[in-house]
Each structure stands twice: as structure tokens, then as C-alpha cells.
């Protein structure tokens, strides 16, 4: 087994190993390939910390580091760092090669001065390289509540203290979000490679339509593409056919799912008042595709 830093000659291997790795795992399909293909040309990539692992002479694995920054309530900016994707082949995953390259990873990092790394993924795995859930330590996920103890969001810090106290919310830099700032850039690349089936899984993150909200469970939720195929972005009732069922702001789309509160009480056994559930969803509704705005 060897680890060595990424070269030019590895980018299409790597990405199509990432793609192998990720594929129906966090969600139907995957665009961890996307973002490695756009980050290498991004000002925050770390190329000191972009490794693969390779077993008799193959590329079986691969991580990247990257910059990323906190926010704090008094609009202090922290320096932070974050990782990912970090893809193992399939055939060699449950053997312990992702936590030897992710440890060797991490000792890099604390050799480039990293104080602070904040991901998301699974805590089952994570948690046996140091990670702990990122709200433990006062740092918040800008895409939930800030109360909420978001157990996919997780954090290290490399410099003992580096925080020093202070509480602050993450912000996912902002070119994880390549495929859906450029879905048709997205589409032309996907298409480069071999047609893989899409599906649900049970150990997915949640999925949620672009546009609504509306959780997305099983392809009956979704709505269909302009070629009868599924959309696995939006659920049936915001997507038919390729296109939206009807054009309206971001406000009048939160006006609409308004609508639905006593049933969000009624599954979620709250009481969110209307002004509450109405500011959960302006926090939530720029992060889906539909809505967001794409960032520098």
C-alpha cells in the first residue's frame, strides 16, 4: 500500500473512482466527481493535501483538502479547513484502507498548520479519526437550525483550543455546490462516462425536492424529466415533464408550504408557530437548488 500526492495523469481515474465510491450512496446517483473535476481549478484546493492510495500499483483511494471559514454572531471570520470527497474503490472499502488514508491525511494536515476541520458524514465512521459532532464544540451548520445537534455535520479540531471558546456557523465553501450552480456543465460531464441506474437507499442522507422541500422517499415522490425519466431533484407536484408546474418567487413558494404546517406539527409532534415555520424555511429554502444563487 502507498500513498503519494495526486498528479494531473491521475484526474480521470480519480474521478471516475469517486464516482464508483460515492454512487447511490448519499443520495441517488452522486456529483462527488463533479466537484473534484471543478475544485482542482479553485482558489481554495489545498494540492499539498490531495492524495491518492494505491495497492499493487492501482489507484484504489483518494482525498482532498480544502479552505473553508466560520462565521460568528458578532461577524468574525475563522479560518477553517475541510475535506472530502474521500473515495475508496469498492471492492476495497470494509478493509480499513479509508481510515489509513484519511489518518495519514490528517497528519499532513497537522504538519500544514491546519487548526480546524469541519465535514460532513457519517459519525460511525468518522468518529475513529477524532471527529465529534461539530455542535459539541459551538460550531453550527448554516443549513440548520442553529439549536439543532446535526449529527451528519462533524468537526476536529488539530490545534488543541483552537476555537478558544468562541461559537461560530460553517459555511460549505461554495464550490461543493458546482453541480447544482451548473447543472448543464454537470449533465455534459455525467455524460462523459458510463450510464449508471440511479436509486434510493436506505442509509441515504435525507433527500428533499429543490423547490419545496417536500422529503423525497421513493421515486413515486419524484417528478419526471422532459424524457418520462425520473427527477430525482423535485417531487411531482413542483416538477412534470422537464419543467416547473408553475413559475413563482421563493416567498410564494414558502406562502404555499405555509399550508402544510399543522401537518409538519402533526409528524414532527411540534408546535412551530406560522412566523417560526416561516423562518425555518427562509433559512432552508436558499440552499436548495432552485433558489440558490450561485457565489464567487
Not at 460568528?72 to 469498492?90: L, M, R, V, Y
Not at 498548520?113 to 465512521?125: N, R, S, T, V
Request: aromatic letters at 14%; a negative charge.
Amino acid at each position: 500500500m502507498n500513498i503519494r500526492l495526486e498528479t494531473p495523469q491521475d484526474y480521470r481515474e480519480v474521478e471516475n473512482l469517486t464516482r464508483e465510491a460515492f454512487w447511490n450512496v448519499y443520495r441517488p446517483g452522486c456529483t462527488e466527481h463533479f466537484v473534484l473535476n471543478r475544485y482542482r481549478n479553485y482558489p481554495d484546493f489545498i494540492p499539498e493535501l490531495d492524495f491518492v492510495m494505491e495497492e499493487d500499483g492501482k489507484i484504489i483511494g483518494h482525498v482532498m483538502y480544502s479552505k473553508a471559514w466560520l462565521l460568528t454572531d458578532e461577524g468574525e471570520k475563522i479560518q477553517a479547513w475541510t475535506f472530502g470527497p474521500i473515495s475508496i474503490h469498492p471492492d476495497y472499502k470494509r478493509k480499513g484502507y479509508g481510515l489509513k488514508l484519511l489518518c495519514y491525511s490528517l497528519e499532513k494536515a497537522r504538519e500544514q498548520g491546519i487548526g480546524l476541520l469541519c465535514m460532513e458524514g457519517k459519525i460511525g465512521f468518522y468518529r475513529h479519526a477524532g471527529f465529534v459532532v461539530a455542535s459539541t464544540l459551538g460550531i453550527h451548520y448554516h443549513a440548520e437550525p442553529r439549536e439543532a445537534e446535526v449529527p451528519y455535520f462533524l468537526a476536529q479540531e488539530l490545534v488543541p483550543g483552537y476555537l478558544a471558546g468562541r461559537e461560530a456557523t460553517y459555511h460549505t465553501p461554495p464550490c461543493y455546490f458546482s453541480a447544482d450552480d451548473d447543472p448543464a456543465g454537470f449533465a455534459a460531464y455525467e455524460a462523459t462516462f458510463p450510464p449508471k441506474e440511479k436509486a434510493f437507499a436506505p442509509e441515504q442522507l435525507p433527500q428533499f425536492c429543490q423547490s419545496c422541500g417536500m422529503p423525497l422517499t421513493s421515486t413515486d415522490d419524484c417528478g419526471t424529466e422532459a424524457d418520462g425519466s425520473v427527477s430525482y431533484d423535485y417531487c411531482r407536484y413542483c416538477y412534470q415533464k422537464g419543467a416547473f408546474t408553475r413559475e413563482c418567487t421563493m416567498d410564494e413558494m414558502i406562502d404555499t408550504c405555509l399550508q402544510f404546517l399543522d401537518e409538519f406539527n402533526r409528524q414532527s409532534g411540534q408546535q412551530v408557530t406560522r412566523e417560526e415555520y416561516r423562518g425555518m424555511m427562509q433559512g432552508f429554502f436558499p440552499i436548495l437548488k432552485r433558489w440558490r444563487q450561485p457565489k464567487d
